[in-house]
């Protein structure tokens, strides 16, 4: 019988191993996850868990029974210790799994550059995470939030729905222009402070003091900021120690696949930790929903019949953020022109193309003018091609 190892049970993973089982693969999976929950989607941590106090049942992807009735060996709270690609032998720190095929989906944890901080001080990637900072929300008067990008902002303004006092520290010059382009990034940073958050520009912490408890943030030009809780959101690092010594072609961005999504003979990598190339050989890693789903499809689709399929829609994030849906398609970084179709807080669009092409898109709600960005930007669409857009029929 034919067997898949899955090492990662968050949303690549179990897309990985739903996709199997429904392309008719009949062969033994085993899904490995080292957290004790059942797996769950994660986008809701730094939303509906800070803010409305959602429940870990509400965010699981399926029922303990799902997996037993699709014959998965699900082992949750278990860690991959190392990988032998040649053996095809996988070691955990509770034995061994052997496979015909191996799929890396171990994600990524919160980089956090101050270990040494007192308690209060906080990141956050997991359930676990989010109910410590949803605790400490509940007795916190003034959040420090170090980092101004996505998931920064959301924390911010869930930390808002709640009444705590908030300021951001951001090492750019206007939060999200690294996302989003100079052209755009002040109207979402002008959405914050509409909503009472204190944005600190160009500035970097170079403390974090306290006794007991985490008492001030030190900024780098000697400003100190008092506080009573501390969030970290400044990246993340792919979980790829465990591939130490396995032969893979692994760096700091995470394991290298081609445009398929194959690692090497019968390994297999998608979601947060991997690096696929794109049609033109180009290495990315995209830290997204949508592109940890798709390179799960798409690698399930190859493993069943040895296939060469790539991902070839347009990628897609969303950020939920002080009643607003900001929307990012495609690429929003490598432009040469911006369009603004509005530039309002409540109806901000942007198209970005380059050499002409549209290339990328940042939507705010205006489900409409998304969808149809999707489209164009899938399909390579000449700026020239593209209709004027009324937003007020978006």
């Known amino acids: 019988m034919r067997t898949v190892a899955v090492v990662g049970a968050a949303l690549a993973g179990v897309r990985v191993v739903k996709g199997l089982r429904s392309n ?80 890396i989906a171990s994600g990524a944890r919160a980089r956090n550059p101050f270990l040494d901080a007192p308690p209060g001080v906080f990141t956050l990637r997991t359930f676990d995470d989010a109910v410590r900072i949803r605790d400490a929300f509940n007795s916190a008067e003034h959040v420090v ?16 729905t709640r009444g ?38 160009e500035r970097v912490v170079s403390a974090i003091e306290g006794g007991s408890r985490v008492e001030r943030v030190v900024l780098d030009d000697g400003t100190a900021i008092a506080c009573d809780a501390v969030i ?22 995470g394991v290298l696949c081609d445009s398929t999504g194959r690692a090497g003979p019968h390994v297999w990598a998608a979601g947060d930790v991997s690096v696929w190339r794109d049609s033109a050989g180009e290495p990315h890693r995209h830290e997204h929903w949508t592109s940890a789903t798709e390179q799960a499809r798409v690698v399930a689709h190859n493993i069943v019949d040895n296939g060469n399929r ?24 490598g432009h040469d022109t911006v369009r603004l179709l509005s530039a309002g807080t409540d109806d901000l669009a942007a198209l970005y193309a380059r050499d002409g092409i549209l290339i990328g898109a940042c939507v705010v709600d205006q489900l409409r003018l998304v969808l149809r960005s999707r489209k164009w930007v899938g399909a390579a669409t000449l700026t020239s091609e593209i209709p004027e857009w009324d937003l007020a029929d978006a």
Do not use: M
């Open 310 to 333: 790539t991902v070839d829609s347009a990628s897609f994030v969303w950020s939920d953020q002080f009643g607003k849906r900001i929307s990012i398609v495609g690429d929003t970084t």
């Open 24 to 103: 008719g693969f009949g062969g033994a999976i085993t899904l490995i996850g080292d957290e004790p929950h059942l797996p769950y989607d994660r986008p809701p941590l730094s939303k509906g868990v800070l803010a409305d106090n959602t429940g870990i049942d509400t965010l699981a992807y399926h029922a303990r029974t799902w997996f037993d009735d699709n014959a998965i060996d699900l082992r949750l709270g278990e860690s991959a210790t190392h990988l032998d690609v040649d053996a095809r032998l996988l070691t955990t720190d509770a034995g061994t799994v052997q496979f015909d095929d191996i799929v």
């Open 164 to 201: 705590t006092r908030v300021t951001v520290v951001e090492l750019a010059k206007i939060p999200l222009s690294r996302n989003v382009g100079e052209d755009v990034a002040p109207t979402l940073g002008e959405l914050a402070r509409s909503h009472g958050v204190d944005l600190i520009c």
């Open 232 to 253: 970290v959101g400044v990246g993340a690092i792919p979980n790829t120690e465990w591939l130490k010594n396995s032969g893979l072609d692994v760096g700091p961005a």
């Open 145 to 160: 939030i170090i980092g101004g990008g996505f998931i920064g902002l959301e924390v911010a303004s869930a930390a808002r």
